[in-house]
């Protein structure tokens, strides 16, 4: 991201839940759709969890407990709301 983008979501983090979640569909109805083909968007999301099972079976990759994602995103959003 660049600093503008993380100046913006600064500010956005500090909105109340409701402008958030509406700033967040503003934003996503603004991105381009039109390749978008459900079909494709399926098969490419079934590889994709094939591939992420088949890594967590083979022992490649580990998972991480709810709690410390959530501590994780914690610090993120209020470093960001620091700036």
Same mark, same amino acid.
């Given at each position: 991201?660049?600093? *503008?983008?993380?100046?913006?979501?600064? =500010?956005?983090?500090?909105?109340?839940?409701?402008? /958030?979640? $509406?700033?967040?569909?503003?934003?996503?109805? $603004?991105?381009?759709? $039109? &390749? =978008?083909?459900?079909e *494709?968007? &399926?098969?490419a999301?079934?590889?994709?969890i094939? /591939? #992420?099972?088949?890594?967590?079976?083979?022992?490649?990759?580990?998972?991480?407990?709810?709690?410390?994602? /959530? %501590? $994780?995103?914690? &610090?993120?959003? #209020? *470093? %960001?709301?620091a /700036?």
């Open positions: 991201m660049n600093a *503008r983008a993380e100046q913006l979501l600064s =500010e956005a983090v500090q909105l109340p839940e409701s402008d /958030r979640a $509406s700033l967040a569909d503003a934003l996503y109805a $603004s991105l381009d759709k $039109s &390749s =978008e083909d459900p *494709r968007v &399926s098969a999301w079934s590889t994709e094939e /591939r #992420r099972v088949a890594d967590l079976k083979a022992g490649n990759v580990q998972t991480v407990p709810i709690d410390e994602v /959530r %501590a $994780s995103l914690d &610090s993120i959003i #209020r *470093r %960001a709301q /700036r």
